[in-house]
């Protein structure tokens, strides 16, 4: 939890608590709709080897985890973007698998994140 939130002070500090609350709120509800088309549009790069279509994606779920200082999350996230789809198949689909369950945990944070605003 305190990995996802810290990444959020700084906007606490500038924008207040009310209009930080909406505004997480509304970060949670965008990273929930576009993660799973983010990691949809990767999976299928990676089937159909499009290196530019997967470091793409990739690069906006790193994004969205830097966003909420999920650094795990992001951390794997950079290394898909950084490595392609190109190269050693069983290692980047072992990968994207922990993306994937690296997301789960930051769904779980956020919502305790969310009920504490």
């Known amino acids: 939890m305190d990995e996802v939130s810290s990444g959020l002070d700084?906007?606490?500090?500038?924008?207040?608590?009310?209009?930080?609350?909406n505004f997480v709120n509304d970060l949670i509800d965008i990273l929930y709709?576009?993660?799973p088309m983010h990691f949809s549009q990767l999976k299928d790069a990676f089937r159909e080897k499009d290196n530019t279509?997967?470091?793409?994606?990739?690069?906006?779920?790193?994004s969205s985890g830097l966003t909420f200082g999920a650094t795990e999350f992001a951390s794997t996230a950079a290394e898909l973007e950084a490595?392609?789809?190109?190269?050693d198949p069983d290692e980047i689909w072992n990968r994207i698998t922990q993306c994937?369950?690296?997301?789960?945990?930051?769904?779980?944070?956020?919502e305790?994140?969310?009920?504490?605003?």
């Open 83 to 87: 490595r392609g789809c190109l190269e």
């Open 53 to 62: 279509s997967f470091k793409r994606a990739a690069h906006s779920l790193k």
């Open 33 to 35: 709709t576009v993660s």
């Open 112 to 117: 305790i994140l969310r009920h504490e605003l």
């Open 10 to 21: 700084e906007y606490r500090q500038i924008m207040g608590e009310d209009n930080f609350r």
């Open 100 to 110: 994937e369950m690296e997301f789960e945990k930051i769904k779980s944070a956020l």
